[in-house]
């Protein structure tokens, strides 16, 4: 579950911007919208959804990126970098100081029933910090404390004796190189005390750029499996889009499926990558207007939405039933306004501890009364062409308040500012 996710100078992000997912005293929707993350340790409610309005370029997808990466180092940095590679971070280029300063990032979230903030600061060439306090008991617990020492040139660690590991944690420490975590080094090397905090990011978190670009490939393998055939089924027909049935035929990849002309060295090389690998074929039936019968369709005869929700429905399925974080940009790309009003209710009342972040342009879920003001957040450039992120909430509008005219007016920010156009010779 996820608490807060802090950024600061990251892309388009200068100042630290701060998304919260800690529900306010407000007693709206409370029992739909909000769910106690974990009993009797102090947590705040927290918000089942949230939803990032703003104009092009103004930074939603900054942050979604800022959260893949963030995920990225913790899964990848050890294993995937070499000494000497490049961190891939990109800090404000629109100042000189913010181009030479480190990016800095911060989640705090709940696994296995307990509360960790972890974050870290990099620039391209090495991390220059990185810390995890944990809260046990809601006490908290300083593990581990890096931060690179300029004048001596090496990482300096501080370990709490919470933290296990003894002598290792030293062994560990020094052999982490500047473009790796201490986090990623310690969980390669066995470290089970961190395994929840680290399985919250491997499992937990699924961040998703953008629901035109998702393959259909984990949906269609959970329709191989009878029961989640049907739970699919129903996904898509309690969105009205009438299929009668879904057919998956499963085949592995083998050089018998290459044309046979084909030249014997590109052939080989074309084999390596693909040999044993499962592919899936859709058929999708609907039911006939005149006659007691079904037609077949192909994937491809079927609509950009119904291919669209179909890809989107087994992670779906997938993060409710595991209550994971689903961090969406765009997911009204290919999607009816209606089709995300019946996905973000859906999960209302799944009545778990699933979480959804999502960006999009789509106003209106804002005239639905289906958010919270503290679910709906704003991002806009402020006078530095920088991002600046705040929540309706802030504003304390009347139960009765037109939230989508206001905003589509201009009350709450977070709009394109355009400017006349003249046209000349016309």
Known sequence: ????????????????????????????????????PVADVGLPRLLRSTVLYGPNASGKSTLVQALQFVKSQVLNSQKESQAGDAIEVTPFKLSAESRQAASEFEVTFVAQGVRYEYGFCCKRERFTEEWLIAYPLGRAQKWFHRVFDVKAGKDVYKFNTTFLG??????????????????????????????????????????????????????????????????????????????????????????????????AAVKDEFLKGMLGRKFFETRFFHRAVDANEVVEFAEAEESDGTRALFAFAGPWLDVIENERVLVVDELDTSLHPLLVHHL?????????????????????????????????????????SATRLYPLSDFSPRDNEAIERGYLNGRYGGIPFLKDLDFYGV
């Open 166 to 263: 003894g002598r290792q944690r030293h062994i560990w420490a020094a052999e982490t190189r500047p473009n790796t975590l201490f986090f990623s080094k310690a969980i390669q090397n066995n470290n089970e005390q961190l395994n929840p905090a680290f399985d919250w990011f491997k499992s937990r978190l699924r961040v998703i750029d953008s629901v035109q670009d998702m393959s259909a490939n984990y949906t269609k393998q959970r329709c191989v499996i009878e029961a989640d055939r049907k739970r699919v089924l129903e996904f898509l027909n309690s969105a009205d889009l009438s299929i009668a049935d879904i057919q998956i035929k499963e085949s592995v990849f083998s050089a018998d499926t290459l044309p046979k002309g084909m030249p």
């Open 1 to 36: 579950m996820l608490i807060e996710f802090s950024v600061a100078n990251f892309k388009s992000i200068l100042a630290r911007q701060t998304l919260n997912m800690a529900a306010t005293t407000l007693g709206a929707l409370e029992a739909e919208n909000t769910f106690v």
């Open 344 to 384: 973000v209710k859906r999960l209302h009342h799944a009545g778990g501890k699933a979480q959804l972040i999502f960006t999009t342009h789509d106003t209106t879920l804002l005239s639905q009364k289906m958010m919270r003001p503290d679910q709906v957040w704003f991002m806009e450039k402020d006078d530095k």
